[in-house]
Structures are given as C-alpha cells and as structure tokens.
C-alpha cells in the first residue's frame, strides 16, 4: 500500500469511528429524555429508538442490552455533571464567592428540573443496581471532593476556620441532597430561595463565618 492510499485509510477509520461516537452520543441523549419522560423502570429499547428515529436494531448495534444503555447514559451525565461542577469551583472570585456558586448549582432550577427527576429515579434504581449504585457514589464523591477543597483553600488562606473539610463536606453534601429531595418532591413549602437560604446558613457554620459573609441574593 503506498503513503497516499495508507492516509487515506487512516482517514476513513478515523471519520467512521467519529460517525459512531457520534450516533452514541444521540443514542445517550434519547435514552436520558425517554429515561426523564417514562422513568427508569418504564423505559424500554423500543421507546429509545423512536425517540431518536432508528430501529431497535441501531440500539441493540451499539449497545449490547437495555441495562448496558441506561448505565452508560448514567456515566457520561454524571461524568458531564462533574466537570462543570469542577469548572464552576475553579471560576473567578474569592473562596467564598465560589462555595457559594457551587452552592446555587445543587439548587434545582424548578421543581420539575429534568436532570434533578432523572438522578431521583437513578438512586431508586441504584437500590437494587450496583452498576448504578457506583456511578452515584462517583459522582457524590465528585461534589464532597470540590466542596472540602474549598472549605481547604478557605482555611489555607485565614478565611476559614475548620478542623475537618472532609467532614464538613460530606455534612454540607448531605444537607443538600435532603433539600433537593423534598424541594424537587414537593413534600413541603421549600422554596429555592429559602433552599438556597438553607444551604448558606449551612455552609457559613461549618466554615465558622456569619451568614452575612455570604451573598444574600439568588
């Protein structure tokens, strides 16, 4: 085979292994809507494929059965989910002007936010799925670890007083997951306001600040 013709070979394998991540990544994206508008249970391979237009077939192509496909819908939210979280921490602005968007990040943006029903069903689901039981471990670990990074560059720089970011961060981690949980249900008259009022409270007591110190607007 000559240079030519090997670069050309190149470039067509190339190009064909983008056209399939490609159809992945839509395949992914339809699963986490019909996941979202059906529930974990509910969803099914065919559903899947009417919602992206293809044929079971195309599903069953690139992934091997249904609960390979819910499990890597999963991995690539929580993978998504994560790096936006550590962009966001690692933002412009003092310690505590970036702990408190982290913060305004867990608050569901309405009641019916879609990403927060979907990992709702997803820990239900994980009762009885390890698969899914570590891919939401993960991702929490993701959320305690930005959070006691903070907390620790706080205390590194004489803004925050704290004997144990760790602890702090799964304390604040915790809190928020119960807000969300009742905020996103409905179960009671949490607003997000009063949910992000909550979490500042919160945040400034582990870290040995007046509430004061944090913003007071949304």
Excluded at 55 to 77: A, C, K, Q
Excluded at 88 to 101: E, K, Q, S, Y
Aim: with cysteine.
């Amino acid at each position: 085979m000559t240079e030519e013709g090997a670069r050309s070979g190149r470039a067509g394998t190339s190009e064909r292994a983008a056209q399939l991540a490609q159809r992945r990544a839509e395949l992914l994206e339809a699963t986490r809507k019909v996941v979202i508008q059906r529930g974990w249970s509910s969803t099914r391979v065919a559903d899947v494929a009417k919602e992206a237009d293809v044929s079971p077939g195309l599903v069953h192509y690139h992934f091997d059965n249904l609960s390979e496909l819910l499990t890597e819908m999963l991995r690539v939210t929580a993978e998504a989910e994560a790096r936006q979280l550590r962009v966001i921490a690692d933002g412009p602005g003092t310690v505590i002007a970036r702990l408190d968007r982290v913060l305004r990040h867990y608050v569901p943006r309405t009641r019916s936010d879609q990403t927060w029903m979907l990992w709702l069903d997803a820990w239900a689901g994980a009762l009885r799925e390890q698969s899914l039981r570590s891919i939401i471990r993960e991702l929490d670990g993701a959320w305690v670890a930005v959070i006691e990074r903070l907390i620790g560059e706080g205390v590194a720089e004489g803004l925050f007083s704290c004997d144990d970011p760790g602890a702090a961060a799964e304390r604040l981690d915790a809190l928020l997951d119960g807000l969300a949980v009742r905020y996103t249900l409905n179960t009671s008259k949490l607003s997000a306001r009063r949910f992000l009022e909550h979490a500042r409270v919160a945040a400034a007591r582990e870290v040995g600040l007046d509430r004061s110190d944090f913003p007071r607007s949304r």
